[in-house]
Structure formats: C-alpha cells, structure tokens
C-alpha cells in the first residue's frame, strides 16, 4: 500500500511518496479524465483531481448480495 510502512503500518513519505508521485502522472482523476468513456462527472470533480486510482476497472462478482450500501 502507497506510503506505508509495511515494518510499522504506519504512513510514511519515505516508504511511499516516490510511488504515490508515479503513480499521481497516470492514475490522477485528472489525468484519467481525458482517457474516461464512462463516468466524466466524476472525474471532473475538482476535489478528485489530485487523487490516485487504481483497479477501477476490475470486474466483480457478488454473490447473494442484495444491497450494496
């Protein structure tokens, strides 16, 4: 996990900050924006922008799920 501390658990820039900086260039809300053919509202949000995302195209299945909330 991004900035932390597998020894610790706890956050750390030093374990993870190099990654998180990677991983903002491609999988930023405003980078994934321009590349979305589904759900631009939410990408566009302004308060997304400089969040990291990834597996968001992972499929799943649920089974006997009747509420997702």
């Not at 020894?7 to 979305?36: I, P």
């Not at 589904?38 to 649920?62: I, M, T």
């Amino acid at each position: 996990m991004p900035q932390v501390d597998p020894q610790t658990g706890q956050r750390s820039a030093a374990t993870g900050g190099q990654l998180t900086s990677a991983l903002r260039q491609e999988r930023s809300a405003e980078g994934l924006k321009g590349k979305a053919k589904l759900h631009k509202d939410f990408w566009s949000q302004p308060k997304r922008q400089q969040d990291v995302y990834f597996g968001q195209n992972a499929l799943c299945e649920f089974h006997g799920a009747t509420d997702f909330e």
